[in-house]
């Protein structure tokens, strides 16, 4: 990815097209939990900085408070006459004449990647696609490994292949929040699209369409950063993750989601000391993470481990808004319908039984 971003620079440092950063690993791969049905796909947000003479504004679209909240990303043309002056290379889309600028063969990111004053995410994601297709050929590691495009409208997907070696690759592009650990994605992060059991998930069906001009806030590299900075102080550095991968095991058939889980662990992870994550404690913490789930559906209540939560670590940076937000509720649709309360109930006894079976075999 890091050879993906000198290329990127340097094919569009002349262009007024976004600026690609540094790419960002993200979800259960790069946590280090994998659930036992992972898809195989290594997902990695690349962020895209705003080119010369443009500014971008995230605008929430979704007025009331929702674990799927959507922003559209507003292009603003910003004034670079000054830096005319001083020799530098930006044209100012906001004063020179479009004539001018199409005897110079320049248009504005409003004319290329946009619907209206709007960052497009087909559009942008066609871009992105063809950046990448024009990039391999100049990348160190095209000499020995072999690249195939699957279509996808919203990010680029790309199969790695090296003899018997394979690997797939998600490549999400995005837009930071300010300086935070809080990003709009093109499409939904692995947490956010998976899981959407009937137990576990509150969003109606017309939830999965989403407009071109929509983009959802992922908080996958904020939980990321939490993972980082509980394995920096938990005496065996992966029992938490093991715990993950045990519940993700047996799940199977029981409709919670491996996002609920995830939820759940980090949630134990802040009340729980880390100092005593050892190993040999490692069946205890399996039913203490089993007891907060037991509370959190008797409560019909788990709520949402970023949004509106006061216990994350400094070092996660959330905009304000975020962190001013009253803690989502998960489990609000469990109050509303008391059949999908006693099925969770039942879920909960399913799994109860699985976890004994399992830790009396060993």
């Known amino acids: 990815m890091e050879s993906f971003r000198r290329v990127f620079v340097d094919r569009v440092s002349n262009s007024f097209y976004p600026v690609p950063e540094e790419a960002i690993g993200v979800g259960s791969a790069f946590e280090g939990w994998s659930p036992r049905d992972w898809d195989g796909v290594y997902r990695v947000l690349v962020p895209l900085s705003p080119?010369?003479?443009h500014a971008f504004h995230l605008e929430l679209n979704s007025a009331g408070q929702t674990a799927a909240r959507t922003f559209s990303v507003r292009v603003e043309?910003?004034?670079?006459?000054?830096?005319?002056?001083l020799g530098e290379k930006p044209l100012c889309f906001l004063h020179r004449s479009k004539k001018k600028l199409r005897r110079k063969h320049k248009r504005s990111l409003l004319?290329?990647?946009?619907?209206?004053?709007?960052?497009?995410?087909?559009?942008?994601?066609?871009w992105f696609y063809q950046l990448v297709r024009?990039?391999?050929?100049?990348?160190?590691?095209?000499?020995?490994?072999?690249?195939?495009?699957?279509?996808?409208?919203?990010?680029?997907?790309f199969q790695l292949s090296k003899g018997r070696k394979s690997v797939a690759v998600e490549m999400l592009f995005g837009v930071r929040q300010g300086d935070s650990d809080i990003f709009v994605a093109s499409?939904?992060?692995?947490?956010?699209?998976?899981?959407?059991?009937?137990?576990?998930?509150?969003?109606?069906?017309?939830?999965?369409?989403?407009?071109?001009?929509?983009?959802?806030?992922?908080?996958?590299?904020?939980?990321?950063?939490f993972f980082r900075h509980v394995a920096r102080q938990v005496p065996c550095e992966s029992l938490h993750l093991k715990c993950l991968q045990v519940f993700t095991c047996i799940l199977r058939a029981t409709g919670f989601s491996s996002s609920v889980w995830k939820t759940v662990v980090m949630h134990v992870l802040t009340t729980v000391p880390?100092?005593?994550?050892?190993?040999r404690e490692f069946a205890r913490r399996l039913w203490d993470i089993m007891a907060y789930l037991r509370r959190c559906l008797q409560s019909k209540r788990l709520e949402h481990f970023v949004l509106g939560n006061e216990r994350l670590?400094?070092?996660?940076s959330l905009p304000l808004a975020v962190?001013?937000?009253?803690?989502l509720n998960l489990f609000e649709h469990l109050a509303r319908d008391p059949a999908a309360h006693r099925e969770a109930m039942r879920a909960y006894g399913q799994l109860r039984f699985r976890l004994w079976a399992l830790l009396s075999s060993h």
């Open 274 to 279: 880390l100092s005593r994550w050892r190993r």
């Open 77 to 85: 043309l910003v004034c670079t006459c000054k830096r005319e002056q």
């Open 111 to 126: 004319e290329t990647l946009c619907t209206g004053s709007y960052l497009d995410v087909e559009k942008t994601s066609l």
């Open 323 to 327: 962190r001013r937000l009253e803690p």
């Open 51 to 53: 080119p010369p003479g």
């Open 134 to 157: 024009c990039s391999w050929r100049h990348v160190p590691e095209s000499d020995s490994w072999h690249l195939v495009f699957q279509p996808c409208s919203r990010s680029c997907q």
């Open 187 to 225: 499409q939904p992060t692995e947490a956010q699209k998976g899981g959407s059991s009937s137990l576990v998930s509150s969003q109606p069906a017309e939830a999965n369409f989403i407009a071109s001009t929509a983009w959802p806030e992922t908080y996958a590299v904020a939980e990321a950063k």
């Open 313 to 316: 670590p400094a070092e996660i």
